[in-house]
């Protein structure tokens, strides 16, 4: 009997050990770069991410001169705010679920924006086509926008 305990009790850590695994979410790398895959300049890559709540997007500073932080009223509510610095590789966990769109601060005009979708809620969408952003980051942020699942 003292065998079956400790066997259950052995099978229980196991247990725990997985869900607490599985519970731990994946990560994501976005670059910071000058020029994308497709030629566009100063883009992040990916641009747009589709994830689980409680993942992480690590963003990359692949070149230099781009930071990563949230467009003001532009995220869920709840949603985690972020803002890194110049160079400066930055990582975030999202857990509320929505949409959230960020900038590169100093190339927000050249169209330097992304856009992540946490989980399946997307009842920000209309908050967000409706904030106003400089022409060229709007145009990329419609891009954005189509890939939403």
């Not at 869900?19 to 790398?29: D, L, T």
């Amino acid at each position: 009997m003292v065998q079956g305990s400790a066997a259950l009790l052995l099978g229980s850590v196991a247990f725990s050990g997985t869900v607490a695994a599985q519970s731990v979410g994946a990560e994501h790398r976005v670059q910071m770069l000058n020029k994308d895959g497709e030629g566009r300049r100063m883009q992040f890559e990916p641009a747009f991410l589709r994830i689980a709540p409680g993942d992480t997007v690590i963003f990359v500073p692949t070149d230099k001169g781009h930071n990563s932080e949230i467009i003001a009223d532009m995220l869920p509510a709840g949603g985690e705010t972020w803002k890194g610095k110049i160079n400066e590789e930055i990582s975030v966990t999202l857990i509320a679920e929505g949409l959230y769109a960020y900038k590169c601060l100093p190339h927000f005009g050249m169209g330097m924006v992304g856009l992540i979708q946490v989980g399946g809620d997307t009842s920000n969408l209309q908050a967000l086509q409706e904030t106003k952003i400089p022409p060229k980051a709007a145009d990329r942020m419609k891009e954005l926008i189509q890939q939403i699942g």
